[in-house]
C-alpha cells in the first residue's frame, strides 16, 4: 500500500511539474484536490483518524512506561542476593517485551485500518 501511495504521489507531482500547461494546470489540479480533500466523507475519515490518533497516542507510551516500572520493581526487590534479583528484572523485561510488541502490534494494525479507510473514502468520492 505504501508503495502505491508513493507512486501515485510521485506521478502527480511529476505530472505537475512536468505539464506544459503550467500554472494554469497547476491551479485546476490544485482546486480538484482542494474540492475533494473538503468534502464530508474525507473529512469524517480525517476525523476518525485523528481521534484514533490521539487516543492510540497514549496506548505505547502507556504500556512502554508500565513495562519499566515492572523490570524496576523486579530489580528493587527486597530479598534475595543481587544475583537473584537480576533474574528476576531479566525475566520482568521478557514479559513486558512481549507486551509492548503486542501494544505496537495492535497501534500499527489500527494505523493501516484507518489509511485504508481513508484511502477508500477518497476512492469513493472520485467515483
Same mark, same amino acid.
Given at each position: 500500500?505504501?508503495?502505491?501511495?508513493? /507512486?501515485? *504521489?510521485?506521478? !502527480? *507531482?511529476?505530472?505537475? /511539474?512536468? $505539464?506544459?500547461?503550467?500554472?494554469?494546470?497547476?491551479?485546476? *489540479?490544485?482546486?480538484?484536490?482542494? =474540492?475533494?480533500w473538503n468534502t464530508?466523507?474525507?473529512?469524517?475519515?480525517?476525523?476518525?483518524?485523528? +481521534?484514533?490518533?490521539?487516543?492510540?497516542? /497514549?496506548? /505505547?507510551?502507556?504500556?512502554?512506561?508500565?513495562?519499566?516500572?515492572?523490570? $524496576?520493581?523486579?530489580? $528493587? @526487590? =527486597?530479598?534475595? +542476593?543481587?544475583?537473584?534479583?537480576? +533474574?528476576?528484572?531479566?525475566?520482568? !523485561?521478557?514479559?513486558?517485551?512481549?507486551?509492548?510488541?503486542?501494544?505496537?502490534? $495492535? =497501534?500499527?494494525?489500527?494505523?493501516?485500518?484507518?489509511?485504508?479507510?481513508?484511502?477508500?473514502?477518497? @476512492?469513493?468520492?472520485?467515483?
Amino acid at each position: 500500500m505504501r508503495g502505491k501511495v508513493g /507512486l501515485v *504521489i510521485g506521478v !502527480g *507531482i511529476g505530472y505537475v /511539474l512536468g $505539464t506544459r500547461a503550467g500554472r494554469e494546470r497547476y491551479e485546476q *489540479i490544485k482546486t480538484q484536490a482542494s =474540492s475533494l480533500w473538503n468534502t464530508d466523507t474525507v473529512q469524517k475519515q480525517v476525523g476518525k483518524v485523528s +481521534d484514533f490518533a490521539k487516543s492510540s497516542a /497514549l496506548a /505505547l507510551p502507556k504500556t512502554l512506561w508500565d513495562s519499566a516500572v515492572k523490570v $524496576t520493581k523486579a530489580a $528493587t @526487590h =527486597s530479598g534475595g +542476593d543481587a544475583g537473584d534479583k537480576l +533474574d528476576a528484572a531479566v525475566q520482568a !523485561g521478557k514479559g513486558s517485551a512481549d507486551e509492548v510488541s503486542r501494544a505496537a502490534e $495492535t =497501534s500499527k494494525r489500527s494505523v493501516k485500518k484507518a489509511a485504508d479507510d481513508v484511502a477508500d473514502a477518497v @476512492h469513493r468520492d472520485r467515483s
